[in-house]
């Protein structure tokens, strides 16, 4: 099983990036996906995440509004279309997938929740 995040680089404020997550080892139709994010010195934290079957939709409130998770299942890929980037979205963004979350996400911002994580990939934003 393995999950592959893609997508990070440098942008300025106000700038977009697409992050992606592929899925492979196995099919994750069913199951949950989350991003999350980790500044240097500082803990992981959720970003968003979404159920197996795309209906259920979670996100931070910092990032609520400017964020967009989605999934192609056919694909096995998660999507993170993030839009007017701040500085402070300076981050390692990891995917990471809860296995059998496929209506909902019961703890969807705790990282003990998912079973399996991606490498992370860097964003960088500047002002």
């Known amino acids: 099983v393995q999950l592959q995040a893609s997508g990070g680089g440098s942008v300025q404020a106000g700038g977009s990036l697409r992050l992606s997550c592929a899925a492979s080892g196995r099919s994750f139709t069913n199951d949950g996906m989350g991003w999350f994010r980790q500044a240097p010195g500082k803990e992981r934290n959720f970003v968003a995440a979404i159920s197996g079957n795309g209906v259920a939709t979670y996100y931070a409130d910092s990032v609520k509004g400017r964020f967009t998770i989605s999934r192609d299942n056919a694909k096995d890929t998660t999507y993170l279309q993030m839009d007017t980037l701040l500085p402070e979205d300076t981050a390692v963004y990891y995917c990471?997938?809860?296995?059998?979350?496929?209506?909902?996400?019961?703890?969807?911002?705790?990282?003990?929740?998912?079973?399996?994580w991606g490498q992370g990939t860097q964003v960088t934003v500047s002002s």
């Open positions: 990471a997938v809860d296995i059998g979350s496929t209506y909902y996400i019961r703890s969807f911002n705790r990282p003990d929740e998912y079973d399996y």
